[in-house]
């Protein structure tokens, strides 16, 4: 064994030192901590280790208040202070803009630490006679159980609780076995729960699933689907969803942010850059999503599109805009990649905001940008590293980096979100 000195974060769920010259990567180190670790991989240029044992610990441990963590491999860093963790990813954050230059980068804003995803992806494992519903383990397929997580709504853990007392049922066997995953969402007061089957159900699982909405009485909607399509949808009336003084629709399989509170600081920032610039042209949103940006943009532009390639978050776009008697917004359902060269594209394109996934944009997507520069650039990001390389195409283009807002919208993980905006030179 090794011993080492943790010095700080990596941006991912791996803190960092050094030993015999070459940087050591170690997955659960605090900075300050010195551990005894287990070498598990050497290359060339840097190892990978394991702690083994704690002989120092940093003042910046705690012990996790999640019991499944690190098991659970949906959080990265539970193990640390909350101040300890918004600080590295400020220092992260920092790294990777410095060659950027932007004229501004705002401290980031902390969101509640507990409690506030609304969405559950849940993995499904059979061993014997037990049914796990849970995340996969780090860096394996093996599921472990998400019981007391602490980051999920509490919608979300009781019908989580429910589920799991359901699918442990013998009677109930069948449908676990060809379950793959199950999806829940909470946007009280509506609520939904998605099964996704390996295979299309048989009439037993199809009353199983029946039976768990009958008795589940929070839940809105149920659905099943397999490559086949969708078996089942089963529907109770509840009020909508409000957000931001709008009722919105929401389907399981839409874009949505995971973070309310975080969402609202995001908009909230986004608004207040739009109110301030000159907005003669057009304005478009790629990569939409249901919308909730373009709405409240809308307003300010002569003309507007919304661009959005996943039917869902399509249709409930188009669902809250027929609410919406003043909306101007064209949207739009197909890839980004698409849409240039097209008459959307054409004349003066005041202003674009773009929000990837965690992919970024694509080589065609910039070049397309490149034709039509727009005068302001938004780009929300899920992943500072695509960022970065983003940013880099953009600014070639012309472009100046005014600013970097960046939000925790994931405490406890090694992510974060950026609101960066781009202004044309004249």
């Known amino acids: 064994?090794?011993?080492?000195?943790?010095?700080?974060?990596?941006?991912?769920?791996?803190?960092?030192?050094?030993?015999?010259?070459?940087?050591?990567?170690?997955?659960?180190?605090?900075?300050?901590?010195?551990v005894k670790l287990r070498i598990t991989e050497e290359k060339n240029d840097y190892l990978r280790g394991e702690i083994e044992e704690?002989?120092?610990?940093?003042?910046?441990?705690?012990?996790?208040?999640?019991?499944?963590?690190?098991?659970?491999?949906?959080?990265?860093?539970?193990?640390?202070?909350?101040?300890?963790?918004?600080?590295?990813?400020e220092d992260a954050l920092s790294f990777i803009l410095k060659p950027l230059a932007p004229e501004r980068a705002y401290p980031?804003?902390?969101?509640?630490?507990?409690?506030?995803?609304?969405k559950m992806e849940l993995k499904v494992a059979l061993d014997g006679n037990k049914i796990t519903l849970g995340n996969y383990r780090y860096r394996s397929h093996?599921?472990?159980?998400?019981?007391?997580?602490?980051?999920?709504?509490?919608?979300?853990l009781e019908v989580y609780e429910a589920l799991d007392a359901h699918m442990n049922q013998p009677a109930q066997r069948s449908l676990a076995e060809n379950t793959k995953s199950i999806v829940l969402r909470t946007l009280a007061p509506q609520q939904h729960c998605a099964f996704y089957l390996n295979n299309p159900p048989t009439q037993e699982m199809l009353a199983a699933m029946q039976a768990?909405?009958?008795?589940?009485?929070?839940?809105?909607r149920l659905e099943a689907h397999s490559e086949m399509g969708n078996h089942l949808t089963l529907v109770r009336e509840k009020q909508p969803f409000n957000f931001m003084k709008r009722n919105w629709r929401i389907s399981p399989n839409s874009f949505f942010?995971?973070?309310?509170?975080?969402?609202?600081?995001?908009?909230?920032?986004?608004?207040?850059?739009?109110?301030?610039?000159?907005?003669?042209?057009?304005?478009?949103?790629?990569?939409?999503?249901?919308?909730?940006?373009?709405?409240?943009?809308?307003?300010?532009?002569?003309?507007?599109?919304g661009v959005?390639?996943?039917?869902?978050?399509?249709?409930?776009?188009?669902?809250?805009?027929?609410?919406?008697?003043?909306?101007?917004?064209?949207?739009?359902?197909?890839?980004?990649?698409?849409?240039?060269?097209?008459?959307?594209?054409?004349g003066i394109i005041a202003a674009l905001h773009l929000n990837p996934p965690r992919t970024g944009i694509s080589q065609r997507v910039m070049r397309g940008l490149s034709g039509i520069k727009p005068r302001l650039i938004t780009y929300l990001s899920c992943n500072p590293?695509?960022?970065?390389?983003?940013?880099k195409a953009i600014k070639q283009m012309g472009y100046k980096l005014e600013s970097v807002y960046s939000f925790d919208l994931f405490p406890g993980t090694f992510h974060m979100e950026t609101l960066s905006v781009f202004v044309r030179g004249l």
């Open 385 to 391: 590293m695509t960022f970065r390389r983003d940013a």
């Open 108 to 118: 980031m804003e902390p969101l509640p630490m507990t409690g506030y995803r609304n």
């Open 1 to 34: 064994m090794e011993t080492v000195s943790i010095e700080r974060m990596t941006y991912g769920i791996d803190s960092l030192g050094h030993l015999n010259g070459k940087v050591v990567f170690v997955p659960y180190g605090a900075p300050g901590d010195k």
């Open 212 to 220: 768990f909405f009958d008795q589940t009485e929070t839940l809105s």
């Open 142 to 156: 093996d599921v472990v159980s998400m019981k007391g997580c602490i980051v999920q709504c509490r919608g979300n």
């Open 257 to 305: 942010q995971n973070n309310l509170e975080g969402a609202e600081a995001i908009l909230h920032t986004l608004t207040s850059i739009y109110q301030s610039f000159q907005h003669k042209g057009k304005f478009i949103d790629l990569y939409c999503g249901c919308g909730t940006q373009t709405f409240l943009l809308e307003a300010f532009f002569e003309e507007a599109y």
């Open 54 to 89: 704690i002989i120092e610990k940093s003042p910046e441990r705690r012990t996790s208040p999640c019991p499944n963590f690190p098991e659970c491999g949906g959080c990265h860093w539970l193990h640390l202070q909350p101040e300890a963790q918004r600080r590295e990813k």
């Open 308 to 346: 959005e390639c996943n039917i869902s978050s399509y249709q409930d776009a188009l669902a809250y805009q027929k609410t919406r008697t003043s909306s101007k917004t064209r949207f739009i359902c197909r890839k980004a990649e698409t849409i240039f060269n097209t008459p959307m594209t054409k």
